[in-house]
Each structure stands twice: as structure tokens, then as C-alpha cells.
């Protein structure tokens, strides 16, 4: 009964988990009700507008170019600052900031949107309520659609502001998730960080495992050592033989890896399944260290590169400078992808010619176009002839950009403006409610507007993160490559063995691994007992009658009347003893490495998880911004909860160990009868 509770007790942070889970995905469900009614009070706002008439078009319904100069975006800045000092959230100044700079031309502001993001953080010192807070922030949200940021804050703000109802910081979290991975500076940041945050962790981890592997299985290695070995040597001898075969190599080839590659190679003969499938994990790892390196080299290529540079262009502003290489790459030619950026860009300036310009332009790259693009350059010349006062032409683009990429809000939404612009409102109705149901904050960002020009009219398809990430491994292929792997590597496997053999490594030791499989499964090796941790001989089964405990162990604690009082008294004093110093090798090792206990005791994969937890919690915690960080992040390590997230990877690991030392691991236990064990 005591085993049972302290078996439950062990168990604990595994439920702790799951728990955790459910809350999480039961709250996610939570705020479905609210964001439905949101939705149709939106809904209703926007069908009030729809029946609106852009009061800026000329005759023969050409839609007039942009009257907006930069002096318009310094003067609305200026006045809400003037405002935040005066403890006024400034709104309005801000919303016409927003609308004046979309039809200028600028699609996002990511400073002006971080400025605003420092006002709200700072509410207290600039007299501002809780509420004026939340509205600035979510202002922000719409005055860079692309920054991940204000959403992240958002959700930071609701679970400070309102830590009774945590459902509210669900969605922004979520849309900031979303952002980071469709930004590729977030994208490229948080990649880099937390695939060297889980590479280092994972060699941690490695080590861990390795050394309860070692304490578990190297005495049971080196009796059956002694068995394969000729009769000429003890098992002190065959002890000198194992430990010179794992350091000798390593020695010679100044490589500590070679010698933890050989120890596990021995060891896997008597390893059970969890143990194989935490070491086939691991040797899959280091498979694929080769092509991890190259794929973080493009990561760290990015920031300064010219894909870089095409992105912030594209999907924030493009100026005089930007105009001129605009220019020159639709004249010299240029990727398919960067072309259709530049005439993105001349469509901005709203100029008549830059229109004519796109639509032949659009009549020969559209239909050697990808799928994707195809739609893209389709919507394009749609909007360019929507803008010269050609709606009922523009509707067929639209159509077709709608059937090439059903799931795109734009060409739907482009649709209700070509009806609005042909005086069919009513037709627009349905367009609208389906371009709402594609996307609605994109669609009610741009009926929001006070503006009536091509820029605020018209939702141009911005290119995705794939095609502009296309661009730069094109322009990272040309460049020496930037290797974060090489230099960890050559200094734990040696100058003589390069990233480049990894492959090899780790494949000769899956096949190893493949090999041995059905070494403990049909008794052909011996396994360590769960009372001693000594070996326990497969040809002493018969005499134990399937029982998992070795020989002595079953001599003594089991049947015992085979032995003298004696004997068995000397045989209870000494086995007890390493029943205890075992038993106390598993608490220590909880203690001080969490998880490592359990994976000792026979239960790898709970344990390797635990300590990986751990530790990457841990690195997390020390280094929460990466290796690098975006221009446009301010520097604070609070973004999305990161601490928060870490902690509680922390406190879950640190639970699990704290678990194993007070309640104490019982080991695995395998009979012959029944070849099972506990993961």
C-alpha cells in the first residue's frame, strides 16, 4: 500500500501537467462567446459604412491620388505627444496619424506603434487609466499590423490588469504568436533562439542521461564482459578492458564525444525500449546537426540582408531611394517575387501612370506566376484598374484572384469596392460579409479609415514570409556560409572529426541500436536487478523461476531457506546495503539533477523529459532575448510571459525531482515472463 501512495505521489507533476493542459485548452474555448458578439457589432459598424461614396473620385470615376505630405504624420505625432504629456490618450490624433500615413503610402508605423506601447506601459506616470491603456495598445496593433509586439503587450496588460478572468489574454497572445511567426525578424529571432536554447539543452540533457546510463548499466556491461571474455580474465580485468575501449579513443582523437558515443554503444545492447527510444532520439539529433547548421546559417544571414531589407520596404514604406531600385528592377528584371514588390511599390504612390504601368506589367507576369503569386499580381491589377476608373474590368481580377486563393480576405473585400465604385451597394453586401469571415481585422482596419484613395480603398496581397524568404536563400547561397554548430562541435568531438562525419556517427549508431534490439527481449544479456543494481545473470531464470529480482537477491529476500542463517544473515547485511546506497543514488540524483534519478531507476523517458524541461526552462530563464534581437524590439525580456513560461518549466522539473528525492524511485521491473516495463 506504502509503494502504491509513494508510486501516485511520483507520479504527481506528470497530472500537474495534464491538468495544466486541459485549463489551457478549456479557457482557449472560453472567450468564443465574446468574440462572436464583437464580431457582429463590427459586422453591423461595417454595413453602416458600406453604403459610403468615396469622396475623392474624379470624373469618369478615376480615384484621385493621395493629398497627404509628411509635414500631415509630424503634425498628428507632435499633438499626441503634446496629449499623452497631458495625460489625454490622444485617440483620435492617433487614428488620423494611422489613416493619413496608410494613404501616403506607409502600411505600418513599428515606431510610432513601440512609442505608443512606452506610454501605455507607463501609464501611471503619464496620468492615464487602465482602460486608456488597453486602448492605446490596441491602437498600436493596428498601426503595425506586422509587429507581433503590441499583441504580446496586450496580453501582458489584460493578465496584470485582470488576473481574475486569464481567458482575455488568450486571443492577443495568440494573434502575437501569430505575427512573430508571419514577421520574419520575430520569425528569424525566435527561431535562432530557441533552437540554440534547445540544442544546448539537449546536450545537457545528453550528458544526464549519459551518466545515469553509466551508473546503471556499466557493472552489468562488464559482467557479461567477463563471460564473452576467455577464462584468463577477471572481472577487475574486464573492467580495465571497458574503461580503456571508451577513453582511449577519445584520448587519441581528443574527442570527449567519441568516448560518450562509445559508452552508449556499449551500453545499448542492455537497454530496454524507453532507454533505445531516448538514445535513438538523441543519435537522430545528432543525424541531423548538419542540416540544422545550414538552416541556421540562413537565419543569421538575415538581419542586413537584402531580403531583409525588401520585407521592411514592402511591408512598411518605401521612399524616394526605394522608388529608384523599384525602377531599376523592373528594367534590368529581377526574381518574380521582387518584381511584384516593385510594382507594389509604384501602386502606393497613386500616381495615374504608376497605375497604366502595373496593368502591363500584370498582363505578362501573371501567367508565368506561381499559384500564389498568380493571385497576388491578379488582385494587383485588379486594384490598378479599379483605380482608373474601370470597376467592372476590375472584377473579373478579382474573381480570379478569388478563385486562385479562396481563403484571401483582399480580392473579396476589393470585389465590395469595385460594386460600391459601379453604384451596386447591395451586390457588395455579401462580398463584405465574406471578406469578414476571411479576415476580419484586416477588413475592418481599412473600413476604419477616414481616407477615400487607392491605398485606403484598395487591400493590396502583401507577399508572404515564404516567398520573401525564398529571396534571401537564393542571395545565402551566394555567401560564405555562418556556422553556430561547427565551433560547439569541433570543441567536444576534436579537430580530427568533423560536423560532416556526424551523419555517419549517429547512423552507425541507430543501426547498432536496430541490431541489439531483440538482445534483452529473448534473455540473451544480463539486466540490472532492482534490489542490488548488480546483473542479473539470463541463465540463472530457470532457478528463479521467472522472477525479476538476481540470484542472491532472490536467494535471500524471496526463498531464503535455501541459504544457512549465516549466510543469509551476511547476504541480507551486504545486499541490503546496496539496496540502500541505490535507493540513495536515486534521491541524490533527483535532488541534484532532476529526472536524472528516474532515468537511473529505468524510467528514461520521464526522466530525459524532466531534466530537458529543466534545463531549457533554465536557459530560457538566463538568456531570454536569443543571440539576436529585431531593431524594432524594445529591450525588455517580458514579451509573451517568456520568464513566466520559463518558470513554470522550472518549477516542473524542479517538482518532479524534489518528488524523487522525498518519495523516493522505484525502479523497473522485467521477469522473463513478461518482457514489460515502465516508461
Not at 492605446?136 to 489584460?158: D, G, W
Not at 504608376?354 to 497576388?376: H, N
Not at 547485511?573 to 541524490?588: I, N
Request: charged residues 15%.
Amino acid at each position: 500500500m506504502v509503494a502504491g501512495r509513494g508510486k501516485a505521489w511520483t507520479q504527481l507533476p506528470l497530472r500537474l501537467l495534464v491538468l495544466l493542459l486541459c485549463t489551457f485548452a478549456g479557457l482557449l474555448a472560453g472567450p468564443s462567446l465574446a468574440t462572436a458578439q464583437l464580431d457582429d457589432a463590427n459586422m453591423e459598424k461595417m454595413i453602416a459604412r458600406v453604403g459610403e461614396t468615396p469622396n475623392n473620385v474624379e470624373e469618369g470615376g478615376v480615384l484621385a491620388p493621395s493629398t497627404v505630405v509628411p509635414l500631415n504624420l509630424e503634425v498628428h505625432w507632435r499633438l499626441w505627444l503634446q496629449m499623452a504629456r497631458a495625460g489625454q490618450p490622444g485617440l483620435e490624433e492617433l487614428r488620423a496619424l494611422r489613416d493619413d500615413a496608410l494613404s501616403f503610402g506607409h502600411v505600418s508605423l513599428p515606431e510610432h506603434a513601440l512609442a505608443v506601447l512606452a506610454v501605455a506601459r507607463e501609464r501611471e506616470t503619464y496620468g492615464l487609466s487602465a482602460a486608456d491603456a488597453e486602448a492605446l495598445v490596441q491602437m498600436a496593433m493596428t498601426m503595425a499590423p506586422q509587429l507581433p509586439y503590441p499583441a504580446l503587450e496586450l496580453a501582458r496588460l489584460r493578465i496584470i490588469e485582470t488576473p481574475t478572468a486569464p481567458h482575455r489574454a488568450i486571443a492577443p497572445l495568440v494573434e502575437g504568436v501569430r505575427r512573430g511567426a508571419h514577421w520574419l525578424d520575430s520569425k528569424t529571432s525566435w527561431t535562432l533562439k530557441l533552437c540554440l536554447l534547445f540544442l544546448t539543452s539537449a546536450l545537457v540533457s545528453f550528458g544526464a542521461f549519459m551518466l545515469a546510463q553509466l551508473l546503471r548499466y556499466f557493472g552489468v556491461a562488464a559482467y557479461d564482459g567477463a563471460r564473452m571474455l576467455p577464462r584468463g580474465f577477471s572481472s577487475n580485468q574486464t573492467v580495465i578492458v571497458l574503461v580503456a575501449l571508451v577513453i582511449v579513443p577519445g584520448l587519441v582523437l581528443r574527442s570527449p564525444l567519441m568516448s560518450m558515443l562509445i559508452m552508449l554503444a556499449l551500453v545499448i545492447p542492455f537497454q530496454r525500449l524507453n532507454e533505445r527510444a531516448v538514445s535513438a532520439a538523441f543519435l537522430a539529433l545528432i543525424l541531423a546537426l548538419p542540416s540544422l547548421d545550414s538552416a541556421l546559417s540562413h537565419h543569421v544571414l538575415y538581419p542586413g540582408s537584402p531580403a531583409q531589407e525588401l520585407s521592411h520596404t514592402h511591408q512598411q514604406f518605401c521612399d524616394t531611394d526605394c522608388l529608384q531600385r523599384a525602377e531599376t528592377t523592373l528594367k534590368q528584371g529581377a526574381s518574380p517575387v521582387e518584381t511584384y514588390a516593385a510594382a507594389v511599390a509604384l501602386f502606393r504612390t497613386g500616381q495615374p501612370a504608376a497605375m497604366a504601368r502595373i496593368v502591363e506589367l500584370g498582363a505578362g507576369e501573371s501567367s508565368q506566376s506561381p499559384l500564389r503569386l498568380r493571385a497576388q499580381w491578379e488582385n494587383l491589377i485588379g486594384a490598378a484598374l479599379a483605380t482608373q476608373g474601370n470597376p467592372e474590368e476590375a472584377l473579373r481580377h478579382f474573381e480570379r484572384a478569388a478563385e486562385l486563393m479562396p481563403n484571401a480576405a483582399a480580392p473579396v473585400f476589393n470585389q465590395m469596392r469595385a460594386l460600391q465604385l459601379a453604384g451596386d451597394v447591395e451586390s457588395g453586401y455579401d462580398a463584405l460579409d465574406q471578406a469578414v469571415r476571411h479576415d476580419l481585422a484586416m477588413v475592418s482596419r481599412y473600413l476604419d479609415t477616414s481616407r477615400r484613395d487607392a491605398n485606403s480603398l484598395l487591400i493590396i496581397m502583401m507577399l508572404s514570409a515564404d516567398q520573401i524568404w525564398s529571396v534571401h536563400k537564393d542571395h545565402a547561397s551566394t555567401q560564405p556560409a555562418v556556422s553556430l554548430i561547427s565551433p560547439i562541435w569541433t570543441a567536444l568531438a576534436g579537430p580530427m572529426v568533423p560536423l560532416s562525419r556526424a551523419p555517419f556517427l549517429a547512423g552507425f549508431g541507430l543501426l547498432w541500436l536496430l541490431m541489439t534490439l531483440q538482445l534483452p527481449r529473448s534473455n540473451r544479456v544480463s539486466s540490472p536487478c532492482p534490489k542490488c543494481g548488480l546483473a542479473r545473470d539470463p541463465e540463472d531464470a530457470d532457478r528463479l523461476g521467472g522472477h525479476h529480482y538476481c540470484l542472491p537477491c532472490y536467494q535471500t529476500f524471496v526463498s531464503g531457506a535455501t541459504l544457512d542463517y549465516h549466510a543469509r544473515v551476511h547476504s541480507e547485511t551486504s545486499l541490503g546495503r546496496r539496496d540502500r546506497f541505490q535507493s540513495f543514488l536515486r534521491r541524490a540524483l533527483s535532488l541534484l539533477l532532476p529526472g536524472t534519478g528516474h532515468t537511473l531507476g529505468g524510467h528514461a523517458i520521464r526522466g530525459t523529459l524532466a531534466f530537458g524541461l529543466l534545463s531549457f526552462g533554465a536557459l530560457w530563464w538566463l538568456y531570454p532575448m536569443g543571440l539576436w534581437r529585431v531593431a524594432t524590439e524594445l529591450f525588455d525580456d517580458r514579451w509573451g510571459g517568456q520568464l513566466a513560461l520559463a518558470t513554470v518549466m522550472i518549477a516542473l522539473g524542479a517538482l518532479m525531482g524534489l518528488f524523487g528525492c522525498f518519495r523516493g524511485i522505484e525502479p523497473t521491473r522485467v521477469s522473463p515472463s513478461a518482457k514489460r516495463e515502465d516508461a
